[in-house]
């Protein structure tokens, strides 16, 4: 399988804190990746890494096929990245948002013109092209946040807690988007507080006290730790943890 994610005794250091400690892993092109962790396990200081905003103090890593260090830049314009907080302008319209998000990664005006009236159409807002954001229901928001992050089509999008806060049917039907998705090849990078939607990922990785402590097949975790769940892996591991945020 291609990597579109490789990363070699990943390091970042905060003075003499350690908040990420020489990680190593490997994401596949059309997975979908689960990165777990209690808080102050430094998930979020490894994402932000991973994203391209934050140098490593040691270590490598490459990501669509960019370099981390050297290469930053291409990084940031060769992902998606959608946030908890979706990541919306909620002064502008649905169009408008559309047209900033697809101009900020550099699509032709023709490009724009298409893939707006695609997307509009897919996320049945064709008739709230020109309704401010902030009148929508959060369900809604949350599915245009996330086609709007991969608007450019990148071979990964980094999705950060991005269903904090909505209600359990809703999730499900952002994690069917997820799916469609991954399998149209493009790789999905999650974390997530929701211990079932960690059932959902192809593999999950769970952080402790900085270092990855688990890796695997959600499946092959549960039989490993001989827990029923997700959840209870989670629970295991984050037992021992000396530090939370």
Known sequence: ????????????????????????????KGEIFGFL??????????????????????????????DLVTESEKIKRNIGYMSQRFSLYEDLTVMENIRFYAGIYGLSLSAIREKSSSMLERLELSGESK??????????????AFSLAIIHEPK??????????????TRRRFWEMIYETAAGGMTVFVTTHYMDEAEYCNRVSIMVDGKIEALDEPSRLKQQYHADSMDAVFQI?????????
């Open 1 to 28: 399988m291609e990597k579109v994610i490789t990363a070699h005794n990943l390091t970042r250091t905060f003075g003499d804190f350690t908040a990420v400690d020489a990680i190593s892993f490997e994401v596949g």
């Open 156 to 169: 990964i999008v980094f999705l950060d807690e991005p269903t904090g806060g909505v209600d359990p049917a």
């Open 237 to 245: 591991m984050a037992s021992g943890a000396k530090r939370s945020e």
């Open 131 to 144: 309704t401010l954001v902030r009148a929508l229901p959060l369900g809604w928001k949350q599915k245009l």
């Open 37 to 66: 962790g209690a808080n102050g396990a430094g998930k979020t200081t490894a994402m932000k890494m991973l994203i391209g905003i934050l140098s490593p103090s040691a270590g490598s890593a490459t990501v669509a096929g960019f």
